[in-house]
């Protein structure tokens, strides 16, 4: 019988090394030898967020023999299961059903002698004598497999440490009421050669120090935001936090001024013919209207419209030309999952200041031709986004001016905003999905 901790089973350390071989080198360093006392940290931490099974470094230091015992210590099922899944395999057992590993491994791997096993012949057992053209065979089978194994560890040594995988950026509190202040943590462990900072989703980032796992933030304005953790320019992991309203809201901010924002207490925003804010309004709210500043109405909700399947049509009226306001402009955002789609449409003459996102396709003024989304709306104009299975299509008064293929779905849509420079109208806004006829309860 074969005790379950794998006892007793012919060759079991043999196995146990060669696992332990190639989790180094999945980990990405393949010479066991060179390992520091972070290293066995960050592989717990590594085997805990793939595995879910919980290996302590010190555990993981007699598994690899850095911690010396009368005799190698021999990790429980759970553990040995955690170890071959990391590498691959979808069990312990499989692991050794598909490996033949050859006997000297261990010396090979790790640098380190292993005495070999003496098998001593039974005492009546007549001795054979191969033959001699076999044992050539033998002899030369033996030098191909030594030979084919030093290589692979060479060529392991040589390589570039493989990647561990991204690291996760948790929100503990991702739902609540405007303002909202967020805790989030990151899970994993970062190099510590890396630049890492999450980008909160409104504007604002900080900088990661790799020794803290938590953040805070505080949003003071409501909608859908998708933080990103991200190391130099790739991005790891996104966290969503989602500030729901209780219909239309108004917000205005200044630019430049990034420490405040300034709520617009309108309870019957787009009600009963209420089409905007004055700039009376605004600066009760605290705006210097002598200075350029931006309104946003939002409205945030979950609904069951197909984010990938819908269509919008906003009849606007951008500000008229005023102190602070020089590139009359709107802006309208549909907020989906985990994503969302967002445009500027703005005087021909700023177009280097617009920018447009379907998903994960962006374009910004700055370094593409987006003159298309060049229109002066200051006497009126309609904008419809209409989007059919992933395939997006912009119009401006009746008139195609843009299309393109997104891959990223939107889900269901969570919320809608409409921004302008200055002083803005929306005299009619449609939401609708375009497969169940649903229609966005913020319509009018």
Not at 153 to 160: A, P, V, W
Not at 414 to 422: D, E, L, M, S
């Amino acid at each position: 019988m074969i005790a379950q901790n794998g006892q007793g089973r012919a060759g079991f350390y043999d196995h146990l090394e060669h696992c332990c071989q190639l989790v180094s080198e999945t980990y990405g360093k393949p010479r066991r030898a060179d390992w520091t006392n972070g290293d066995y940290v960050k592989l717990s931490h590594i085997l805990f967020r793939k595995t879910t099974v919980q290996i302590s470094p010190n555990t993981l230091k007699r598994i690899f023999g850095k911690i010396k015992t009368d005799s190698r210590y021999y990790p429980q099922k759970a553990t040995r299961d955690a170890l071959a899944s990391y590498i691959g395999y979808p069990d312990w057992e499989h692991f050794v059903q598909v490996n033949h590993v050859p006997v000297s491994i261990a010396e090979l791997t790790t640098g380190e002698t292993v005495e070999p096993v003496q098998t001593l012949p039974a005492i009546d057992a007549p001795q054979q004598r191969i033959p001699k053209k076999r044992r050539r065979w033998l002899a030369g089978l033996v030098a191909l497999i030594v030979v084919t194994v030093i290589v692979w560890l060479l060529r392991s040594l040589t390589t570039d440490s493989i990647s561990d995988g991204p690291v996760r950026l948790l929100c503990k509190n991702p739902t609540g009421e405007t303002p909202h202040s967020v805790v989030f943590q990151v899970e994993g462990a970062l190099d510590e050669a890396g630049s890492y900072t999450i980008e909160f989703g409104d504007g604002r980032r900080k900088q990661i120090d790799i020794r803290t796992s938590l953040y805070n933030h505080y949003y003071e304005v409501p909608g859908r935001f998708y933080a990103v953790l991200k190391q130099g320019s790739r991005n790891l992991d996104t966290a969503v936090v989602y500030l729901p309203t209780k219909g239309w809201t108004a917000t205005a901010n200044m630019m430049y001024d990034t420490t405040r924002v300034y709520p617009i207490e309108e309870p019957n925003l787009f009600m009963n013919g209420k089409r905007t804010i004055s700039a009376p309004e605004v600066a009760r709210a605290g705006i210097d209207t002598n200075r350029t500043f931006f309104i946003e109405f939002v409205n945030t909700q979950v609904t069951k419209i197909d984010g990938d399947n819908f269509e919008l049509s906003a009849r606007v009226t951008t500000s008229p030309v005023r102190t602070g306001v020089r590139c009359s402009q709107v802006g309208l955002t549909v907020l989906g999952e985990s994503t969302k789609h967002s445009f500027d449409v703005i005087k021909p003459g700023c177009v280097y200041w617009s920018y447009i996102q379907l998903a994960e396709l962006y374009k910004s003024g700055q370094q593409d031709d987006l003159s298309f989304l060049g229109a002066d709306l200051r006497k009126g104009g309609v904008l419809k986004l209409q989007v059919v299975e992933k395939q997006a299509r912009l119009f401006i008064d009746g008139r195609q001016v843009y299309q393109a293929r997104y891959n990223a779905s939107l889900g269901q849509i969570y919320g809608v905003k409409i921004r302008f420079a200055g002083i803005g109208s929306v005299h009619a806004y449609s939401l609708k999905d375009l497969k169940t006829g649903q229609m966005f309860g913020g319509n009018f």
